[in-house]
């Protein structure tokens, strides 16, 4: 589904990826782990077509997608949800769904509906400013939103980042019931959430691909990825 071969990425002179190499199949959750510093958000960034790469490809079922611009790739079902949990603030929960809605094309009843399916507690917010949610309940709109329209590729900067364990839960299992039906690549430090719900595991190191695990008994192996992080 998706191929990246041989890409560099910098800003200026100071080069983050070195001809980085991976592969995502469809309907695969793939998580990208790695310490700070390792390349990891700019990975995303480069990929939702954010940050314009100086090297390599980028191919999405076949076709050359390397540097072209966020709007088309959206068009296309990619999907980035970043690592900031920023909504819009002032305006309602449901508005900010419908926001998504009417730039998709979407009726907004039918993006409010799937929402609602993703987590049903929205409906008790739909009139809350979304500024007011806590940092999960940001991060689970975020995703909402990210499922309006026809997505295909979501990706997902740090989605447990700084949350309360109850939440994470909420986020694993929303994670976990979208499984198989889109294809996923999120950048995850909380290793309960990666062994759980990974089908395989990148390991970055100084913008590179330093390892790829499949094995089963290897992803649930949180003392072996400990020592990546």
Known sequence: MLEISDLHVAYGHAQVIHGLNLVLRPGEMVFIVGRNGAGKTTLLKTIAGLIQPAKGEIRFEGRAVAGEPPERLARAGFRFVAQDKK????????????????????????????????????????????????????????????????????????????????????????????????????????????????????????????????ERSEIADTAQLETYL
């Open 87 to 214: 909504v819009f603030s002032k305006l309602s929960v449901r508005a900010n769904i419908a926001l998504a809605a009417h730039g998709s094309g979407t009726p907004i009843e039918e993006a409010w509906s799937k929402a609602v399916q993703l987590y049903p507690k929205l409906e008790e917010f739909r009139a809350l400013p979304a500024g007011r949610l806590s940092g999960g309940q940001r991060e689970i709109l975020l995703i909402g939103r990210a499922l309006v329209g026809a997505p295909r590729l979501l990706l997902i900067d740090e989605p447990t980042e700084g949350l309360a364990a109850i939440v994470i839960e909420d986020i694993f299992r929303i994670l976990n019931g979208m499984r198989h039906t889109l294809s996923f690549i999120i950048v995850e430090q909380n290793l309960s959430v990666v062994t759980r719900l990974a089908d395989r595991i990148y390991v970055m190191k100084e913008g590179q691909i330093i390892r790829e695990i499949a």
